[in-house]
């Protein structure tokens, strides 16, 4: 059972790592999200580090218990404005729609997503394979529901993160192919990604909230791990 787990990497557009009944199986990178789904083709699940469901106002009930378990690794989760803000043409008029939705400015962290948020959005009502994942929540579930002390950019939060994965089966070379020049946080990330893919595919992930919110479509808004 092959499953592809994705992360957003600047402008090499998105990694992403694949794996075989749990154990590494190779990585691609692409600048369109659509063409490295493509090229992974067979794939049971697929999980992106993106957010993907929105609510049409307020905030996500999945980032607000997401930020609440992580705990020191809170900042990792950005509050997703309503779905309207992500319409507007520019930050001061997404930034002001988010205020008359939540109470709150959108950030403009968070409005830098907007390309890529919307990319994956449109993958996501197109393929049901593709679900919402945190790598921050997924290492959280890998370190037995403690969150890490370090973060991900820092030598020994990196060395933690390979060595969990590795714990659980997933051991990732020295040598990845198209993955090589990508940022090793990156990797990680699409890393603990593909192993939440395959709990999906294996239909023992969890999810956050345990019961998930809707969109006003009646998809579910929860991010998997």
């Not at 001061?92 to 890529?116: D, F, H, I, M, V």
């Given at each position: 059972m092959d499953v592809l787990g994705i992360d957003a990497c600047g402008k090499q557009g998105w990694a992403g790592i694949r794996l075989a009944d749990g154990a590494y199986a190779g990585s691609l990178v692409g600048v369109r999200l659509d063409a490295l789904i493509e090229r992974a083709?067979?794939?049971?699940?697929?999980?992106?580090?993106?957010?993907?469901?929105?609510?049409?106002?307020?905030?996500?009930?999945?980032?607000l218990q997401a930020r609440?378990?992580?705990?020191?690794?809170?900042?990792?989760?950005?509050?997703?404005?309503?779905?309207?803000?992500?319409?507007?043409?520019?930050?001061?008029?997404?930034?002001?729609?988010?205020?008359?939705?939540?109470?709150?400015?959108?950030?403009?962290?968070?409005?830098?997503?907007?390309?890529?948020?919307?990319?994956?959005?449109?993958?996501?009502?197109?393929?049901?394979?593709?679900h919402e994942v945190h790598p921050e929540v997924s290492f959280r579930a890998l370190a037995g529901g403690v969150p890490l002390d370090y973060p991900k950019r820092t030598w020994r939060g990196q060395n933690l993160r390979r060595r969990l994965l590795a714990a659980a089966g997933l051991v990732l070379p020295d040598e990845l192919g198209e993955?090589?020049?990508?940022?090793?946080?990156?990797?990680?990330?699409?890393?603990?990604?593909?192993?939440?893919?395959?709990?999906?595919?294996?239909?023992?992930?969890?999810?956050?909230?345990?019961?998930?919110?809707?969109?006003?479509?009646?998809?579910?808004?929860?991010?998997?791990y």
């Open positions: 083709a067979g794939v049971a699940a697929i999980a992106v580090d993106m957010p993907l469901g929105l609510v049409e106002q307020g905030w996500r009930a999945a980032d609440a378990l992580l705990r020191v690794r809170r900042s990792s989760v950005f509050l997703m404005a309503p779905r309207p803000a992500w319409l507007e043409p520019d930050y001061p008029a997404a930034s002001e729609r988010c205020r008359a939705l939540t109470g709150c400015r959108l950030s403009r962290q968070a409005w830098s997503l907007a390309p890529k948020l919307l990319e994956a959005r449109a993958c996501w009502l197109a393929d049901d394979r593709i993955a090589d020049r990508v940022p090793v946080d990156d990797v990680l990330d699409a890393a603990a990604a593909a192993w939440s893919a395959h709990r999906i595919a294996l239909g023992v992930a969890g999810r956050i909230p345990e019961v998930p919110e809707a969109d006003a479509e009646g998809r579910v808004i929860e991010i998997r």
